[in-house]
């Protein structure tokens, strides 16, 4: 029983400190933010401090689906040394590309406050995260407490961009540095479309929400977190000027957001949609149709085809794959699509669990299917990559052309 209150307690810590907000520290001259009258001294010096115990454990860098690097640390203090009290404790570090005299180095705080529990033997852990693009970059951190008390560590980060992806528009700059984003649905800036064209390429988007496992009702936080980087990715391309986005239920039958020829996707509308999105509910009538899969998923792709209005330039089908039980039969189909329009990329995390084809990718494979598995962000950066170059919008091209960074 002991053991038990040692790891909750433990637990409890960990938790709540990972719930604190970082912020930028403004360490310009002049700044009312000040730094503790050491903090400089103890941030310059490259030997490692420890006025009490603790770990850094420094996080490498991470590529998401967003086409930038995610890097950090996890700091773990024995409980006894900072929680008996109700303690707090705050940490100060500062990024800056190696080798770069002229590059500015970028600050960053956060204070955690140690809740009063029962701590004997357990440890309290300290996690931290950043965005960086491709590079070297050198992180100076400590933590201070409330006695005064410092522990520090130095240590650098490489970042290695792979080549396709580094010619993407959206692809991190060189040398960025920025706050680690924590929600999902955050807006997303304007982006300088680079095109002669007006409006840009015509783009339709048809979203999956449904798992592949037909047991599970709903996709994890972490595959919702994929999906949405990954439409964010495709948003910051300059040559994609209009979308229609389409995210669907495949196998709840349900149509969860829809909208058309939008020079800008609302992330934040489309997370009110997914989170207010009913778990395993079916219509009645939808339920006596026995063939009911088939039928959404045919109408659905009917949809988007549909030469009565100005059809897309190209469609992309994104989400995990539909099974094999809603197969499509043919002669539901009714599309004429440009030749290597049709683009799908399947994300799944575990591709071995599901090596066939899925309902979709099999239906529109006698259409011109372009069809991508993507598992890791190199697979989409890949996929995106021949995605334009099929649409003509050279990746390479495309960069050279967007005046300035791309958006963050």
Known sequence: MLLLRHVAASLVLAT?????AQELFDASPGSPLRF???????LADDSNRSDFECQVVPQSPLLGFDLKFTAGYVVRVPARTVGSAGDSVRILFRVKPAGATRAPAVYFRQNFDIPRVSTDGGTAAFPGRFVIGPGQYEIDWLMRNKQGRVCSAHWRADAHMPSRAALLAAAAPTNLIRPYREHTFADEPPVARATEAPGG???ALLVNLAPLDRDRFKLTAHEIESLVTMLRTLHREPSLGLFS?????AYNRQLVYTVERQPRLDFAAFGRAIESMPSGVVDVDALADEDGD???????LNSAFDAARERPDAVVIMGPKVDRDAAISPELLSIAARPGAIFQFSFN???RSYPWPGAIEAALRPHGLVHSNVTRPQDFSRALAGFLD????????ARAEVAGPPAN
């Open 390 to 397: 099929a649409m003509g919008a050279s990746p390479a091209d």
């Open 294 to 300: 088939e039928h959404f998923l045919s109408s659905l």
């Open 245 to 249: 986005l389409t995210a669907f239920h």
């Open 36 to 42: 503790h009258p050491s903090d400089r001294a103890v």
């Open 349 to 351: 995390r575990n591709p």
């Open 16 to 20: 709540i400190c990972g719930l604190q």
């Open 201 to 203: 390429l015509h783009i």
